[in-house]
C-alpha cells in the first residue's frame, strides 16, 4: 500500500505517531463494525482527503493487504457521503468528484441540508458508524472524542474521528510526504475553505506583484503559523463588539459593577513547595498589590497541593463566588503541574489539544516534543481563551473568570500583568475603579488607648473597614493601612491628628 509505504519511509517521527493513532483508530472501528455498516464523509477539504487516504490504508492493512498495488484501490468498497451544495466552490465539486473515480469510491450524493441527508440515509442503509475529519479546533469539534456517539437531536450513529488531534502542519506533512492530489484551491492561497460566501485566500499568503495589479498567493502548505489557518474564514467584529464579549463571558458588567461599587477577586496558588515551606509565596503579595491597584478586593489567598481534585474544589468554589479568580503555579509539563487539569475539572470540561497554544510552544522549544501529543499544549475544551500579546513568548490563558498566570517569579508576574491589563481594559474584559490609596500615620498610642475611637469610626461609617494591627482601613475605593500602633489616612495628616470627613481621633 503506497500511503503505508511513504510514511514508513519518512523521517517524521510525529508523522509516524499521528499516523500509527489513526491508523488504529480506524481498524478498531472496522473491528467493531462491518464494511457495510460504516460510512465515510468527504467533503473535498484538505482533512477530509487525508482521512481518505487513511482510510484507504486502513482498510488494506485490516484486511492483510499490506502489499496491495495502487490497482487495488479502485476497490475502495466503504460508503462515500458527499453533501453537494450550491454555495461550495466548483473546484471543490470537481475534485470530489476525480477522487471517486480515482479510487473508486461509492458515492452517495445528498442535496439536502446535514441533518435530515443523514436521517434520509440512516433509514435506507444499515449504517451505523460515520468516519469524520473533524479535528480540535473546528466548531464542531468540541466534546468529542475519537468515538463520540451523535448529539441528542440527531440520528443515531458513532462518530468516528481518526484524525481528532492532528494539527494543520500534520495535515501537511501528511499530503506532502504521502504526495496524493488535494483540492487546487490550496494552490492559490486558500487555508481553510468553507463557502464562496465566507472564504476568501489566506492574507498572509500574499505575494506583492509590482508587475501587475492580480493579487497572488502562495500555497496553503507555506503557512508557518497553524494557529491563523481560518484567518480567511474568520469575520472580524467592530470593537465595540469585541469589548462587550469578554464581559459577558465572565458573567460581568461593567455598568452594574460600577454601581455596586466593589469588585471581588481571589487568588489561588498551586504547589507544594509553599506548602512544605521550601519556597517563600512571594506572587500573592504582589498579585494583591496589584488587583489594589485597580480597585479590586480581593477575598482570599489560598495555597493548595499539587493535587487535581484539591485545585478543582477551590476553583469551582471561587470561581462562583469572585468576579475574577487568578491562578499561578502547576503550569508546566511536570507530572505535579496541575493547574489545568483542575480548571478542567472544576468546570466539568476535558483537557483536549490546542493547536493554537501548540504551535506557541512549538515556536518555544522546537521539536522536543515528538510524541503522540505535547502534554502542555492540553487545554480545559471550550472554555479557554488565549489572550495574545507581543511581549508575551506564550498567550495567557484564560477559562471563563480565572486567569493562569505562567509566571514563576515577581519580574515575570509584573510582566504578564501589565500585558493582562493592557489587553482586558482596552476591550471591555476587565473594569477597573478607583485604587485604592495607603497613607501612614504614627502615634504613641497604644491599641488598647485607640480602640474606643476606632470604634466609633467603624459606627458611623459603616462601609468603613479598619482591620487589626497590621492594619488596613478601608472606604469604598480608599484603603489606608495601618501599621503597628498607627494608621493612614487619604490625604496629608496634622501632627497628632486623623480627620475622617467629620470623625475625629486625637493622637498625642
Partial sequence: ??????????????????????????????????????????????????????????????????????????????RTIYFESPSAFPEINSFTYDAATTYGLQLDIIRSDFKSGLEDLLKSKPIKAIFLGVRIGDPTAVGQDQFSPSSVGWPPFMRVNPILDWSYRDVWAFLLTCKVQYCSLYDQGYTSIGSIHDTVPNALLSINNSSDNKEVFRPAYLLSDGRLERAGRVKKLPPSVRGNKPAAINGLDGVGLHKSGLLMASAIAVGDEILFGTVEDQLGPSLCRKLHSIGWSVSQTTVVRNDVDAVAEEVEQRQSTDDMVFMYGGVGPLHSDVTLAGVAKAFAVRLAPDEEFEEYLRHLIGDQCTGDRNEMALLPEGITELLHHEK??????????????????????????????????????????QPFVSRHLTTNLTDVEIAQPLSKLCLEFPDLYIGPRSNSISHRGIVQEVPSGGFRRNSGCSTGLLRLQNAELSCT
Fill in 1 to 78: 500500500m503506497e500511503i503505508d509505504k511513504a510514511i514508513k519511509e519518512c523521517d517524521d517521527r510525529r508523522l509516524k505517531t499521528k499516523y500509527n493513532n489513526a491508523i488504529y483508530v480506524i481498524q478498531r472501528a472496522l473491528a467493531l463494525y462491518s464494511i457495510e455498516e460504516v460510512a465515510f464523509s468527504f467533503n473535498g477539504g484538505k482533512d477530509s482527503t487525508v482521512l481518505l487516504h487513511l482510510l484507504r490504508a486502513g482498510y488494506f492493512l485490516h484486511k492483510g493487504e499490506q502489499s496491495c498495488s495502487n490497482e487495488c484501490v479502485k476497490d475502495f468498497p466503504m
Fill in 392 to 433: 508575551l513568548i506564550v498567550p495567557l490563558i484564560k477559562c471563563k473568570n480565572v486567569i493562569i498566570f505562567t509566571a514563576t517569579n515577581v519580574l515575570e508576574l509584573d510582566e504578564q500583568w501589565n500585558c493582562l491589563i493592557e489587553l482586558m481594559i482596552s476591550d471591555g474584559g476587565l473594569a477597573t475603579m
